[in-house]
């Protein structure tokens, strides 16, 4: 699986878009992008993903680079309930899931009141 | 909206006690996973199953045993609880193998053997 490389921790102010990056160099045609986040004492909670076409839904949009390279998750209006650590994990779809989920360090996004 | 739910929140048991943990999903997920969460460790996958009665191991399915009766419940069986099982234990389901890493997550129980 290819490695992510994400900032330790940003901040943000309540109201504002919310930019997380991602680097995933060394990804493979075949890999797609996922985003999780777990906000504390709470399980892993499931945001976005996407192979190379942006992707948005209720929660948030995910824009990827032309080469893949690359990938920020956007939450367009950031609340104090976003407070949490954001993963960016890549995967080959399709394989039942036998590898398991896990995840790097990822982003600490604080949103300041 | 996806629902798991695990029976408990906090959990403390003795050591050598058999321990069960239950998960259940109401949105028909063919998948169903069991992890541990470790400061440090990070999620660690210990058993799954793709239909009811069917499992696979996952990377440290040691001092664990599944049940999957209905399709809907997942359970989690330490056959005798000992102090290095002390985790936060995390179920997941995910619509189908196509989809299997879109996986929804239930709140967690911590468990404390002592």
Same mark, same amino acid.
């Given at each position: @699986?290819?490695?992510?490389?994400?900032?330790?921790?940003? @901040? +943000?102010?309540?109201?504002?878009?919310?930019?997380?990056? +991602?680097?995933? &160099?060394?990804?493979?045609?075949?890999?797609?992008?996922?985003?999780?986040?777990? /906000?504390?004492?709470?399980?892993?909670?499931?945001?976005?993903?996407?192979? =190379?076409?942006?992707?948005?839904?209720?929660?948030?949009?995910?824009?990827?680079?032309? @080469?893949?390279? &690359? &990938?920020?998750?956007?939450? #367009?209006?950031?609340?104090?309930?976003?407070?949490?650590?954001?993963?960016? /994990?890549?995967?080959?779809?399709?394989?039942?899931?036998? @590898?398991?989920?896990?995840?790097? =360090?990822?982003?600490?996004? /604080?949103?300041? #009141? | 909206?996806?629902?798991?739910?695990?029976?408990?929140?906090? %959990?403390?048991?003795?050591?050598?006690?058999?321990?069960?943990?239950?998960?259940?999903?109401?949105?028909?997920?063919?998948?169903?996973?069991? $992890?541990?969460?470790? *400061?440090?460790?990070?999620?660690?996958?210990?058993?799954?199953?793709?239909?009811?009665?069917?499992?696979?191991?996952?990377?440290? *399915?040691?001092?664990?045993?599944?049940?999957?009766?209905?399709?809907?419940?997942?359970? %989690?069986?330490?056959?005798?609880?000992?102090?290095?099982?002390?985790?936060? $234990?995390?179920?997941?389901?995910? %619509?189908?193998?196509?989809?299997?890493?879109?996986?929804?997550?239930?709140?967690?129980?911590?468990?404390?053997?002592?």
């Amino acid at each position: @699986d290819a490695k992510t490389t994400q900032p330790t921790s940003m @901040d +943000c102010a309540e109201g504002r878009a919310a930019n997380l990056p +991602c680097n995933h &160099s060394t990804i493979s045609g075949n890999e797609y992008v996922y985003w999780y986040r777990q /906000i504390h004492s709470q399980g892993p909670q499931y945001i976005i993903h996407g192979l =190379k076409n942006n992707e948005t839904n209720e929660m948030a949009s995910l824009i990827i680079t032309e @080469d893949r390279k &690359s &990938s920020t998750l956007i939450l #367009p209006h950031a609340t104090l309930r976003d407070t949490a650590v954001y993963y960016c /994990i890549v995967r080959v779809a399709g394989g039942g899931g036998a @590898d398991g989920l896990t995840f790097g =360090k990822g982003t600490h996004l /604080i949103i300041q #009141p | 909206d996806v629902k798991v739910t695990q029976s408990s929140r906090y %959990l403390v048991k003795r050591t050598g006690e058999k321990v069960f943990l239950e998960c259940v999903q109401d949105m028909d997920h063919e998948n169903m996973f069991w $992890y541990r969460q470790d *400061p440090g460790l990070g999620l660690r996958l210990i058993y799954f199953s793709y239909d009811v009665k069917m499992k696979e191991k996952g990377d440290i *399915p040691e001092g664990y045993s599944v049940s999957r009766e209905k399709k809907e419940r997942f359970s %989690l069986i330490l056959e005798s609880a000992s102090t290095n099982q002390t985790s936060m $234990y995390l179920c997941a389901s995910s %619509l189908s193998p196509s989809r299997d890493y879109e996986q929804y997550f239930g709140p967690g129980t911590r468990l404390t053997v002592t």
